[in-house]
């Protein structure tokens, strides 16, 4: 039911901050005509009662059914919206020869509009099912099919951010996919932040913009000062990756003797509403600047297995204080879950800490002792660590932020949890959604209170 205007009666579960995971047990929110949380009553509450039978009298309470707990929305912080189509091919490629030979030939398909719309619904439906109720897209060099994301995105009800890729380096992007010339990169860029800022369906913002240069091998240095131009004047977001494999580190190294991250920072492309997405390579002094700028990364694990030759030290990053979310990276990661990429999370951090060659003794094996997160960092990423990087109202259930959430049904039949009423209490339920859960378990899904599925 749409729950704008209403008060919603129900057990749920978010992370006001790392390492926090705030029981919401038997709890009401109130809900604004213009689908915000405006209060959370605590069953504890000393007025809760009162409140409630008041709430009741006029109607407005929704109540959730037993053994179905509300999260906040997931918020995918790193989706390549054209490459859903290979959801789980050519996964046995390097980086460099994956983009040459599979990707960027499929995102070169997107100039055929009618193919764009097919793969842009197909893959927010998905995405909506999953849960994901916010996502930071990479859509292609294509104007027309990016608008038409747009659309998709709007009509359909999700929160999006979308960038038009910028890609001009003849040396690094084929004649038939990339951008004619810096001037062509730029004017396209300004004509999408143009197109959504002056939909008429888009009011509220819902979509927004994104300038995205691809990253660095892939732009001359001409847009790259340009686009750095254009986010001083507009104040967009940006999206780009960084740093994320052997040969995508070394080539900035190559071309600049620095680093991706101090050449964005160079160009004025890391701004507190950056998300560099990967960024395994990141040395300390990267660190330092990302978290000086407030920039965010994009943590992708399931990706970074594939593409990336190493590990995100995530909770070093955490530790730190850096803004970290949590991203699918569809296609680079073979899935669309974010459930499915915060448990990878959880995996590849116990592969760094134990290390992983068994030839070693056990006090040997690993440099990165101490690197092992837990389902509570992972959740946080997954809805918290994503809003905090966006700089947006979201991810949470409190006041003040948007109601976009889901609802997890542990009794579904066709679902994959099992929970115990002998032990099963508390934090221990949010710890089986977190590791078990699938799409079947996702029963609603709510964006700014209105029920989209
Ligand atoms: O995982 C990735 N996916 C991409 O599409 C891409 N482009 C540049 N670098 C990239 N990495």
Redesign the pocket.
Known sequence: MDLRGKTLSASGFHAPERGRIDVLDDVLFDISDDGIITAVHRHGDPNYRTIREARDLAGQIVTLPKGTYILPGFVDLHV?AP?YPQLGAALDQP?ETW?TQY?FPLEARYQDLAFAKRAYSLLVEDLLAGGTTTALY?ATIHQEATRALADICLEKGQRALIGKIAMDNPDECPEDYRDASPEAALEGTRDFIDYLRAHPDNADGRVLPVVTP??IP?CTDATLEGLGEIVRRCGCHVQT?CS?SDW?HAYALKRYGKTDTEMLDHFGLLTRKTVL??ANFLTDDDMDLVKAREAAVAH?PL?NAY?ANAVFPLKAALDKGMHVGLGT?IS?GPSASMLENARSAVLVSRMLDSGTDPKLPAGERSANTGSQIDFRDAFYIATTGGGIALDLPIGRLEPGFKFDAVAIDTRADKGTIRLWDEFDTGEAILQKIVYTASRANVSSVWIGGAKLR
């Open positions: 390549h490459q980086l983009l990707t990479f691809r990253f892939s990756h994320e995508a997405a990967h992708c990706s593409f990276d680079g």
